[in-house]
């Protein structure tokens, strides 16, 4: 079953932290492919995609979506 995730668009303050993240070497794995995961889907990636690049599962990569949606970073 394909199933379409509606991602929303990030601000540039958004972008600017993930993007700090991204390039912070002192950051935990986590974090990093979490934020990673969250610039992908940001870009228009699908879902299956972003966690594949990221590096997470897709169950995992879903549970970061819904918790950043709800929280932020």
Same mark, same amino acid.
């Given at each position: ?64 979506? /819904? /918790? ?6």
């Amino acid at each position: 079953m394909n199933r379409s995730v509606t991602f929303l668009q990030l601000g540039g303050v958004q972008l600017v932290e993930l993007q700090q993240l991204l390039r912070s070497q002192s950051i935990p794995s986590a974090v990093r492919k979490r934020a990673a995961l969250i610039w992908q889907l940001a870009a228009g990636v699908s879902l299956a995609k972003a966690s594949e690049r990221a590096g997470l599962s897709y169950p995992n990569a879903h549970h970061c979506m /819904r /918790r950043f949606l709800k929280l932020g970073m």
